[in-house]
Nanobody, 121 residues
Framework: QVQLVESGGGLVQAGGSLRLSCAAS????????MGWFRQAPGKEREFVGA????????YYADSVKGRFTISRDNAKNTVYLQMNSLKPEDTAVYYC??????????????WGQGTQVTVSS
């Protein structure tokens, strides 16, 4: 089992950048596929991207491709979401999640509590 805690959310102007962190606890945290999701008010939760346990593979939703980058530091049991060229439509609560299935599987087993990102125009 793994526990996830996100941090780094806040208010940023359009065109700005923000980096979210997700700290994972548990002895085998580094063996998990880690994903990022977001949920805007009144909308369904949306997949943002995911990273393999080694960090060697990532994939992203088309809406963030080229602007967002996921990385991980397994020595620190932490996953990052670097968000650049932010747009007002990126405003949402961002969640990290984990599972031990294949990278492209979107059914995650563990979730953090979320961190708010607000992009002003």
């Amino acid at each position: 089992q793994v526990q996830l805690v996100e941090s780094g959310g806040g208010l940023v102007q359009a065109g700005g950048s923000l980096r979210l962190s997700c700290a994972a606890s548990g002895r085998t945290a580094s063996s998990y596929i880690m994903g990022w999701f977001r949920q805007a008010p009144g909308k369904e939760r949306e997949f943002v991207g995911a990273i393999s346990w080694s960090g060697g593979s990532q994939y992203y939703a088309d809406s963030v491709k080229g602007r967002f980058t996921i990385s991980r530091d397994n020595a620190k049991n932490t996953v990052y979401l670097q968000m650049n060229s932010l747009k007002p439509e990126d405003t949402a609560v961002y969640y990290c999640a984990a599972h031990q299935k294949r990278l492209l599987v979107l059914e995650y087993d563990y979730w953090g509590q979320g961190t708010q990102v607000t992009v002003s125009s």
